[in-house]
């Protein structure tokens, strides 16, 4: 009787141990929760207040955490956050853009994140709400580590609630003890003139707030050429296409003008612009910090009107409203200034 007794607890433990045993590579670490902070919610929103966390679905994004040092960067950790998703907290305020009756689009909006050391970081409100890639913003309440099999190295593991961006190859803008989102608009003035026949741009200047540092004329756009294939479809008008788009990562052309820096990760803006008035923000970091390759390419679009000389192709959003039809204007501002 005692032999089936221990032969029972056996099968038992070892069907406990496969149940157990997944193919998931992130759940084998138990999951330290976070100390939250009361988070609040202001800035061009008609609804104020306070954030209500426990209404929301939690999300689960995996980061692998590096500062940027000047060089490859300073490894600190790998991990697995658990948490409250930037898009689903903001998904009931109700916009009050300052600049609505001018310029109605979305696009031009950012937030501010602001923690309790009064440390701010910015995001665009693309990179929350256009990516093809959604909830990848979060404010964690959570952590696992993700523990190498072979060396068992543990990471240190924070204590403090955090803002996680995941498709941030240096990780600047993951800042503790998130306390405070600002919805903002830029305040930087463009003339609107939605009536300009056959528009077209045969000069594209770059901005480093008001002065100009760098010109790119038609015909002449520097760098290496890669192709993107593509499904150029609207929020507004649906589908545009599915040629693939041919360009120079922005990146790789301003390199020189908008150097990388913790600082520029943190906190830096672009606005970029056609003739008419239309207009963009990008955070710094998603056009020169991604880790996921889906760079913002400059397309030439030569002789093609209401389009040329050049377009802006963001690669990871999945609406095209952010492309801008014959760019003629890249202007790089700190959040001081915008």
Known sequence: MKRIFYLIAGLLIMQLTVIAQTNDFYDDAPLQKLKMQTITVDGEIANPGIVSLQELPVREVIVKETGFDGKNGTFTGAYLYEGYSVYDILNQV?????????????IDLFVEIENDKGEKVVLSWGEIYYPIHRHEILIASGVR????????????????????????????????????????SSKIQFKIDRNIPDMYASELKLLNGSNEVLSIT????PGQ???YGNVYYGRGTGIHGTSPFTGVMLKDITAEQYP??????RTALFLVSAPDGYRAVFTYSEI????????VLIVPMTGIPHKGAFMLYPAADYFSDRSIRSLNEVRFVQLSDI
């Open 260 to 265: 990388l820096s913790a600082e520029n990760i």
């Open 145 to 184: 580590r993700i523990v190498p099999s072979k060396t068992k190295e543990l990471w240190p593991l924070p204590v403090d609630s955090k803002l996680v961006v995941a498709s941030d190859l240096f990780t600047e803008r993951n800042i503790s003890n998130p306390v405070k989102i600002t919805v903002r």
């Open 288 to 295: 020169f910090n991604r880790n996921d390759q889906a760079e």
């Open 225 to 227: 050429l890669v192709s």
């Open 94 to 106: 109700v916009l009050k853009k300052k600049n609505e009756a001018e310029f109605p689009p979305i």
């Open 218 to 221: 038609e015909g002449k756009l």
